[in-house]
């Protein structure tokens, strides 16, 4: 067990790719700095061995992620993380191995405000969905103080909690700039500028872009626009990569049904513990 050190970047970035879809965020992020050094990468990258080879490691940044391991794996990096300062704000990953480490890390870490161990993961690897909505377009930079509102209310219904009081709340601000800077925030506006639909693409790897922060409108909902909307996003996030993902509360019917009708299908099951 050991912090890894660029010298493991290689075999970090295989083990990561042994679960593309899964490991969307942290490979876009690995991939991005080109470094294991948490000051670059955001976090540091704690591995475990057997003999000479990575057989599991967690990325532990704004969220701790387990990448790879089996049983044993996930409950040696718990036990290795929990004697350690708590940076992180969550835990995502597939849900076997979240669902390993919690109960080790609860034990130090302060009481979950959530967890939801049911969280469908989807992906799209068939033809591109049709009929699209036309007004969806890339966000621009002088957009930002529109999108914001739409991007704080997304979060706040999503994890329970506004992003202006959440720790780490600048950095969601930031992180939405950025997105809306490189072209990965999509939105349609109304004739008065109000944000109608968003979703971002946050993570782009060379086998997916991982879609998050779907979002209609609450007064627009149940009219079709998220299902037409969403599908102009899919259509830009395959130029991208040869797969689309998302993940999803297994509780949200609404939702899963509109993925159904874009053509995504189940590959896994994540789990999230919000702290």
């Given at each position: 067990?050991?912090?890894?050190t660029?010298s493991?970047?290689?075999?970090?970035?295989?083990?990561?790719?042994?679960d593309p879809?899964?490991?969307?965020?942290?490979?876009?992020?690995?991939?991005?700095?080109?470094?294991?050094?948490a000051?670059?990468l955001?976090?540091?990258?704690?591995g475990?061995?057997?003999?000479?080879?990575?057989?599991?490691?967690?990325?532990?940044?704004?969220?701790?992620?387990p990448?790879?391991?089996?049983?044993?794996?996930?409950?040696?990096?718990?036990r290795?993380?929990?004697?350690?300062?708590?940076?992180c704000?969550?835990?995502?990953?597939?849900?076997?191995?979240?669902g390993?480490?919690?109960?080790?890390?609860a034990?130090?870490?302060?009481?979950?405000?959530?967890?939801r161990?049911?969280q469908?993961?989807?992906?799209?690897?068939?033809?591109?969905?049709?009929?699209?909505?036309?007004?969806?377009?890339?966000a621009?930079?002088?957009?930002?103080?529109?999108?914001?509102?739409a991007?704080?209310?997304?979060?706040t219904?999503?994890?329970?909690?506004?992003?202006?009081?959440?720790?780490?709340?600048?950095?969601?601000?930031?992180?939405?700039?950025?997105?809306?800077c490189?072209g990965r925030?999509?939105?349609?506006?109304?004739f008065?500028?109000?944000?109608?639909?968003?979703?971002?693409?946050?993570?782009?790897?060379?086998?997916t872009?991982?879609?998050?922060?779907?979002?209609?409108?609450?007064?627009?909902?149940?009219?079709?626009?998220?299902?037409?909307?969403l599908?102009?996003?899919?259509?830009?996030?395959?130029?991208?990569?040869?797969?689309?993902?998302?993940?999803?509360?297994?509780y949200?019917?609404?939702?899963?049904?509109?993925?159904?009708?874009?053509?995504?299908?189940?590959?896994?099951?994540?789990?999230?513990v919000?702290?």
């Open positions: 067990m050991a912090v890894l660029d493991s970047l290689p075999e970090f970035t295989v083990l990561v790719d042994s879809v899964a490991n969307a965020v942290v490979s876009a992020r690995v991939r991005a700095a080109r470094t294991l050094v000051a670059r955001g976090g540091l990258v704690v475990v061995r057997q003999g000479d080879e990575l057989v599991g490691a967690c990325y532990a940044g704004g969220s701790l992620v990448v790879g391991g089996d049983l044993e794996t996930w409950e040696a990096l718990a290795y993380v929990s004697k350690r300062p708590r940076g704000t969550s835990i995502v990953g597939r849900a076997d191995a979240v390993a480490m919690w109960p080790l890390l034990a130090t870490w302060a009481p979950a405000r959530c967890v161990m049911s469908p993961l989807l992906v799209l690897d068939g033809p591109v969905p049709t009929g699209g909505n036309p007004s969806v377009r890339p621009r930079p002088d957009e930002l103080e529109r999108y914001v509102p991007a704080t209310a997304m979060f219904e999503e994890l329970g909690v506004s992003p202006n009081v959440a720790p780490g709340s600048a950095a969601y601000r930031t992180r939405v700039s950025e997105l809306i490189a925030a999509f939105a349609s506006f109304d008065r500028g109000q944000v109608m639909f968003k979703a971002e693409i946050a993570a782009v790897s060379p086998h872009c991982q879609i998050q922060g779907v979002w209609v409108r609450p007064d627009l909902r149940g009219r079709g626009i998220g299902t037409a909307s599908a102009t996003v899919i259509a830009h996030a395959r130029v991208l990569a040869p797969t689309v993902s998302l993940y999803v509360n297994d949200n019917t609404a939702a899963r049904r509109m993925y159904a009708r874009l053509g995504m299908r189940q590959v896994a099951t994540l789990a999230t919000l702290l």
